[in-house]
């Protein structure tokens, strides 16, 4: 049984999986576990996954998903396992590289004081990568803001998919209540954590550039997830099943 399991959603990322894991499992973490979810990659990602699974062995578990359902619900079903199955911690992290894997350990390391860990690029040390252009910047920049200021999110990076937590703290979450299955699935989560008094450290990160494919991020899910957050501030929940 694994005592830290990384949940690690996936669509069309063959390119970037195995280096990925090999990056993770070169930490030489005790007890450390992948839980990989495929929503039916066309481009083998989920195969590519199922290998994996049998070279590490039990280390890593595969969920197959028969449609692309969307980010947050991923999460939600790999959450789901990794709570069935028994562990002390949860890290959430995206699959393209741009999360660092060798700041897990630190995340960890604080997990022993705080409920939930941040990676941030928001505040003191930390950034994105110098290859983003004017516009991503922007882009991000100002959906965070934006989302800051209709949900009352006090962390700096309140669109973070690069999180830790404690095992106690994952499972009090009122997942039913969290619908959003984009971007805004992680302002709802750093929503949840906010309302349910969690202690969060947030740990400077630098947020790098996907070496190869292209970022899924827009203005229209930026602008979507505003509205989302801004509904759930007044009704505590989003009240959308997209």
Request: charged fraction near 25%; aromatic fraction near 10%; proline fraction near 3%.
């Amino acid at each position: 049984m694994a005592s830290v399991y990384v949940v690690i959603p996936t669509y069309n990322e063959a390119e970037n999986l195995s280096t990925l894991v090999h990056r993770l499992f070169d930490l030489s973490i005790d007890g450390l576990g992948l839980i990989i979810v495929d929503d039916s990659s066309p481009d083998g990602t989920g195969k590519l996954a199922e290998s994996l699974s049998v070279r590490y062995g039990n280390s890593i578990r595969v969920i197959s998903r028969p449609l692309k359902d969307g980010l947050g619900t991923a999460y939600k079903e790999g959450f789901d396992l990794a709570l069935s199955l028994g562990c002390d911690a949860v890290i959430q992290m995206d699959a393209d590289l741009s999360h660092r894997p060798e700041y897990i350990p630190k995340m960890l390391s604080m997990l022993g004081k705080y409920d939930v860990v941040v990676g941030s690029r928001y505040i003191d040390g930390g950034g994105t990568d110098e290859e983003w252009g004017l516009g991503r910047k922007i882009l991000s920049g100002v959906g965070n803001f934006g989302i800051k200021l209709v949900s009352g999110i006090k962390v700096k990076d309140a669109t973070s998919g690069f999180k830790a937590f404690r095992i106690s703290a994952l499972r009090i979450i009122p997942w039913e209540n969290i619908q959003c299955k984009g971007f805004g699935f992680q302002s709802e989560v750093a929503f949840h954590s906010q309302r349910l008094k969690y202690s969060v450290y947030e740990m400077p990160i630098v947020f790098d550039e996907r070496l190869v494919g292209k970022s899924k991020m827009s203005t229209g899910i930026a602008v979507e997830a505003m509205f989302r957050m801004l509904f759930i501030r007044i009704f505590g929940y989003s009240g959308f099943q997209k």
